[in-house]
Every structure is written in C-alpha cells, then in structure tokens.
C-alpha cells in the first residue's frame, strides 16, 4: 500500500526558496572586494547596485560598486518610493533599489545588497527574514591602515570612519553572521559567504522574503 503524507505535514521541496542577503560592516572592511571577488567567480545571485549621491572617485565605474546619481534625482526615487532603504552617511545618501530585488526574487533568483549598518537595521525592520552578514577586518589597528591607505579620505574623514566603526561593532545582534576578512585572503571571505547561503539552503524551515 503506497503511503502518503499526512495532511498536515508539509511536502519535501527539492527547490530552495531565493534568498536576500545583507552584507554590511565598518567601511574599510572590503565589502566592495569580496562582493568583486564573488562576481569574479560566477556566483549565481543577483547582485544590487546602491544608488549614491556621493562623487565618483577616479578608480570607480559607474553601476558597478555603486550607480552615481545626482541629489536632484536621488530625491525623485525618493518621492517615487524606489528605494527599498536609504540613508546619509558621511553627508552622502545611499539608497537600496527596490525593483530589481523584487524581479530578482520573483524570478527565483537570491539577491545581494550593500549597506552600511544604519542601512541593515533599517533593513532588519522591514525584512527580517533577510540573512544579515557583518563583515569585519580582524583587528582595530587593521581597519585603520586599510582606510589610510587607500588614500580616498582625509586624515578627519579617517578618523570620523574609525569612530563610527567602533559604534557599528555595537551592532552585531543585528546580524545572523559575521566573517572576518584578513588581509590578502578575500577568497577565503567570499568563500565564507558563499558556504553561509549554502547553509541556508539547507535550512529546514526555509526564509520567506516577500515585497
């Protein structure tokens, strides 16, 4: 005699359901290179370019890291309701499009966006099915030659960015992971990332994201 389900146990889905992800951290912790690093190596999901006020710096390629806009059109996917979050940060607004994680999960795809932290805890909020990952560097002392280095802020703008650093640690009950990226091992940090989302894959009671 064939066995059937009972009616009230759910049937095994061999599809798993698309996922958000959040990664967020201190800037200086190389969300930027890791997101790069996951590109590089064909990862699947979809991933979310920030709408920013904030100027183009001569390395960057606009609608790659970020999709530079200017504050008059900033403030119109504002009033259009366009953007999933946004928030000012160091006097430039950054934004989180709405639409293409709406068409990116309905298509079954997971969808990747970058914030900062004030931007994932208003991302938690509304959407708290979303996997939030913190990506941090190892050390205080680490963050600090990473943002000196790279030589695109001032000695007060760097200053600024390690206090707030500091601040944003305080924020880790927020997220459901953190992954420490050491120097010269951003493989290993997009591998971390890359083995979080298998694992959630394999949850048993699967994330619901709905917008």
């Known amino acids: 005699m064939k066995k059937t389900n009972p009616k ?4 095994f889905n061999p599809t798993p359901k698309p996922l958000l992800i959040v990664l967020s951290g201190p800037s200086g912790a190389g969300k930027d290179a ?13 991933f979310i370019t920030t709408a920013t006020t904030r100027t183009q710096r001569a ?12 504050e008059k059109d900033f403030q119109k996917m504002l009033q259009n309701k366009e953007l999933l979050e946004y928030a000012n940060v160091y006097g430039n607004w950054y934004g989180v499009p709405r639409e293409p994680v709406r ?14 932290v004030q931007g994932a805890a208003t991302l938690k909020k509304i959407l708290p099915e979303a996997v939030f990952i913190f990506l941090a560097s190892p050390t205080t002392e680490e963050l600090e030659t990473r943002l000196r280095e790279r030589q695109t802020e001032s000695e007060l ?15 880790l009950h927020l997220f459901d992971y953190i ?22 894959k394999c949850r048993r009671t699967p994330r619901e994201i709905s917008l």
């Open 34 to 46: 890791v997101l790069n690093r996951m590109k590089t190596v064909g990862h699947p999901a979809k």
């Open 157 to 171: 703008d760097c200053d600024l960015r390690l206090k707030t650093a500091a601040e944003e640690m305080k924020q």
């Open 179 to 200: 992954v420490f990226n050491e120097r010269n091992e951003i493989e290993r940090a997009a591998s971390a990332i890359e083995a979080i989302i298998t694992a959630e």
């Open 59 to 70: 390395n960057e390629e606009d609608n790659v890291a970020y999709h530079f806009v200017s």
């Open 103 to 116: 068409k990116a999960l309905e298509a079954g795809q997971d969808a990747i966006v970058k914030v900062d």
């Open 8 to 11: 009230n146990e759910t049937p």
